[in-house]
DNA sequence: CAGAATCCAATAGGATACTG
DNA sequence: CAGTATCCTATTGGATTCTG
């Protein structure tokens, strides 16, 4: 009996089916998230709040490493996706809120999925790198 | 009675854990595989290999715009994180194949998660953009 | 406080040519 | 076929300065 293909999850078939049209691979849906999911902090500022709603600054310190400049550009694109919601009070100086919005706090679910994979497989992974590096220095000085 | 924090998924938690000490920032679970994710192929290539091994050009016929120089690459990292496994067959010329290990398999049952969140939400974020775009262009023609 | 604007550095990644 | 090596471009993102 030949061994059928294992089709997991049908990640592979949707896949191939943009592949076979060279033009539109970027309406992949999987590209499409991926890209997304690529950038840095498009999926920090959401973890950030997820808690409760926060203010600029506050989420500046609690990503300590971003930028302003980066902080700005990924609130505009995940408020234009209606995954946060801007809300400005006209106190002085102005009050700036950001929340998740349903849709928003919807994106974490999948997230975690992919961060408890990470915490699950860690240690496995770490062994497979030890491996690796032990048998490519041994190739080097053989 | 006072709204609560949302706790969702404990990511929040989980990532405010880090962001407490600066120093290790990028030990940070959530932050090492999203930089992972980062990368364009480090998701593609195993979505290639999901249904069955190939071999190098198979795989580049699979995903037509990839360069031979990042799929090297990119095998080469995911051989190192145990999620590939590379075989040689000392044919004429050399045939070498590429199948996802357990390990490897394990990672697209995330990622099919984050692919059905895109498709779930594909229409409502559309939607949202032009809104958006709409409201943002008002504003300017005002 | 909450940005906008400008400039600059690092990295990812493509094109091409070459090899066993 | 399955790469390696070199060069070059583009995108990402940080630092700094300025404003209402």
Redesign the pocket.
């Known amino acids: 009996m030949p061994r059928l293909p294992q089709e997991n999850h049908g990640l592979g078939a949707l896949f191939e089916q943009w592949s076979a049209n060279e033009r539109d691979l970027d309406k992949c849906p999987v590209r499409r998230v991926l890209s997304k999911i690529g950038?840095?902090?498009t999926t920090l500022v959401p973890i950030a709040l997820s808690q409760r709603p926060l203010?600029?600054?506050?989420i500046v310190r609690a990503i300590p490493?971003?930028?302003?400049?980066?902080l700005?550009q990924t609130?505009r694109e995940l408020e234009r996706d209606g995954l946060v919601l801007r809300q400005v009070f006209p106190t002085k100086?102005?009050?700036?809120e950001y929340q998740l919005t349903e849709l928003g706090k919807s994106l974490l679910e999948p997230i975690a999925g992919l961060v408890s994979w990470a915490e699950a497989t860690r240690l496995e992974i770490e062994q497979a790198r030890l491996v690796f590096d032990r048998v490519a220095s041994d190739g080097a000085n053989a």
């Open positions: 950038n840095r902090w203010r600029f600054n506050e490493d971003i930028s302003k400049r980066m700005t609130l100086p102005p009050t700036v």
